[in-house]
């Protein structure tokens, strides 16, 4: 019969000795490590934690980052990848790519095989993952989140744009183009577009227009009977049809094109388009499509140097916000009124 005697104390890991020297994972690993990218007094702190807890470390960290993006399929995940890549490039680390599918239970599975693979930080290319989820990981390894979510997650470091003022950039540019009649195709209630819809009608309001602006969405069953019923509206010459869209990205933009071009209705003669990100996409569609950019390339880059950051001992979070900017091309023009004055 086997004799139980007293319970071994738990072997001291990563995450005990980062936090007693009061620093990230990563700050720990690079210590332990040998590696470069942390200061002397960082090092010598926590390898006098890891003397003092008995801690063994492991021979070498991977190296890598996991990059964890809702949709490989969208433009703009593959161009904030892009950024990441650059600058991680810089930081003399590789990246692993692990695809969600738009599935957030896929999504955590994904997230988990990173840490098990090891990867030195984590850049969440999405709003999918429940924040419980988000803030065990952040324990572990740096985890920055590019989007916007709907709760703060401790621990985690953010990078997002003004998704307010950019709805408000293309509502002003349309009004100052003579439409008065607008419409805005959502296809998610997530936070980003979320508040994206509530600045296409905060600045409606603001200019006098908030009874001839309307709300196609959120969902995408309901957008796709929304954007139906307002291009036949315009095609039967409806007074009281929308005369310009915004959508919330590019993607639900390019479906109101391809369905404006099947019933014959002109863009932008007879419909003003905008969308947002000015992904690549924007320019595979005739005509080329008017966007709000989000500059995608420098958000994946501010990601990965925040992950710089943690590795370099900040402990504290931190938010990077970039500012939207309007990308004019031909998918917008004059409404009724600006033209019936030429």
Do not use: C, K
Request: glycine share 10%; hydrophobic share 45%; aromatic share 2%.
């Amino acid at each position: 019969m086997a004799e139980h005697g007293r319970a071994r104390a738990p072997r001291p890991t990563l995450a005990h000795v980062a936090r007693a020297a009061g620093v990230s994972s990563a700050a720990a690993s690079m210590a332990l490590n040998d590696r470069e990218g942390i200061s002397r007094s960082t090092r010598d702190r926590v390898l006098a934690e890891a003397r003092r807890l008995g801690y063994r470390r492991r021979s070498r960290g991977t190296g890598l980052l996991g990059v964890l993006p809702t949709d490989l399929g969208n433009p703009y995940h593959t161009d904030v990848i892009s950024g990441i890549e650059q600058a991680a490039e810089g930081l003399g680390l590789g990246v692993v790519i692990a695809h969600g599918r738009r599935d957030g239970a896929h999504l955590e599975r994904q997230l988990q095989r990173l840490l098990d693979l090891g990867v030195d930080g984590i850049v969440a290319v999405t709003t999918w993952l429940r924040p419980a989820v988000l803030e065990a990981a952040a324990h572990l390894v740096p985890v920055v989140v590019i989007g916007r979510m709907q709760d703060v997650v401790p621990g985690t470091d953010t990078v997002r744009n003004h998704d307010h003022d950019g709805a408000a950039l293309a509502v002003r540019h349309l009004v100052e183009h003579g439409h008065r009649r607008l419409a805005h195709v959502t296809l998610s209630g997530r936070p980003g577009p979320a508040l994206r819809r509530a600045g296409f009608l905060a600045e409606a309001a603001r200019l006098g227009l908030r009874d001839g602006a309307q709300v196609i969405g959120p969902d995408e069953a309901s957008a796709t009977e929304g954007i139906e019923m307002l291009l036949r509206a315009v095609r039967r010459g409806d007074p009281a049809a929308p005369t310009a869209v915004f959508a919330a990205n590019d993607i639900a933009a390019v479906t109101v094109l391809h369905r404006a071009a099947d019933l014959g209705v002109a863009v932008p003669e007879r419909l003003s388009v905008i969308g947002y990100d000015s992904s690549a996409v924007a320019l595979t569609v005739r005509p080329h499509l008017t966007s709000v950019n989000q500059p995608r390339q420098e958000m994946g880059r501010l990601a990965a140097r925040m992950l710089g950051e943690r590795f370099a001992g900040r402990a504290h979070d931190a938010v990077s916000t970039v500012e939207p900017v309007l990308t004019l091309r031909d998918s917008t023009g004059p409404g009724p009124a600006r033209r019936a004055r030429v």
